[in-house]
């Protein structure tokens, strides 16, 4: 399967050290296109308030238009009617907003973040899940992570169409997960928001306080989100040649999965 690594979607929280980025991965299968995670969308962009609602003030997105995947998409000479398959780390605004672009995609996430954005039962979750993002009925295919036969050391990680594996990592949000996705030669770990900055996994503790701080004001559970932390940090330490650790919103793990070097 060929990979392509995309911006979604460009964001400049206050204090942050330049442009955070929405990561999606474009993967080409012999079945048509499957995306991980959407980004922003181009409705997002005709209507900020209403689908990405006051959490815009904090992330404050840059929302271009050729940085929603439907552009994209076309610029590779595809159309939105091959993609086939979304597959979504969880339903916050800046991963589901493309959604709406692909209206004909089966929506692929974990059963516990359909309720979660279905039935908002915290303050948090009623302000992050914006019922606008589904007004499209998109067709929402969940699953449950923790009947699956696992994946390197993950208990709850279930194969979800050849290839690609859904990996319950539930902490930034109730049903939250990582996503693998098996590229040939090596596999991709997509690991959403289940951390935001690298050096939160390198060893090195170099984090910005401001995505510190953010991270800790969307935590669904904070303790599960230390748990995730320590077990990518494993993965990261451990240096398997053949995996490759990217998370939603670090730029400088687009530019070296990009670029190769991860």
């Known amino acids: 399967m060929k990979i392509h690594h995309l911006n979604c ?34 409705h997002d962009i005709a209507d900020p308030a209403r689908r990405i609602g006051s959490a815009r003030h904090l992330i404050r997105p840059v929302l271009d238009r050729e940085e929603t995947a ?5 610029q590779l000479g595809y159309d939105a009617a091959d993609v086939r398959d979304i597959v979504l780390t969880h339903f916050d605004p800046d991963h589901a907003g493309g959604l709406a672009d692909f ?15 279905a039935n908002p039962l915290t303050r948090n979750e009623r302000r992050r899940y914006q019922p606008a993002q589904r007004d499209h009925g998109p067709d929402l295919v969940e699953h449950d992570p923790s009947r699956g ?14 290839g690609v594996v859904l990996v319950g990592l539930d902490g930034h949000t109730r049903g939250h997960a990582a996503v693998a996705v ?8 997509h690991a959403g928001d289940a951390f935001f900055h690298r050096g939160q996994v390198d060893g090195t503790g170099r984090v910005p306080f401001s ?24 993965l990261w330490a451990a240096g398997a040649p053949d995996l490759t650790l990217v998370n939603a919103h670090d730029p400088e793990l687009l530019r070296r999965a990009r670029a190769g070097a991860l």
Request: aromatic share 4%; glycine share 10%; charged share 25%.
């Open 149 to 162: 036969d696992g994946w390197r050391g993950f208990a709850a990680a279930i194969e979800i169409r050849p």
């Open 182 to 189: 098996d590229a040939g030669e090596r596999w991709i770990l």
């Open 70 to 74: 439907i552009r994209q998409v076309r």
């Open 103 to 117: 209206p004909g995609a089966r929506v692929h996430l974990t059963a516990a973040e359909g309720a979660a954005a």
């Open 211 to 234: 995505l510190a701080m953010v991270e800790r004001s969307l935590a669904y559970d904070r303790s599960r989100i230390r748990a995730n932390h320590e077990r990518l940090a494993e």
């Open 9 to 42: 979607g460009s964001m400049r929280p206050p204090a942050t050290p330049g442009p955070l980025v929405c990561h999606v991965l474009l993967i080409e299968t012999t079945d048509g296109l499957v995306l991980v995670d959407s980004g922003f969308g181009l």
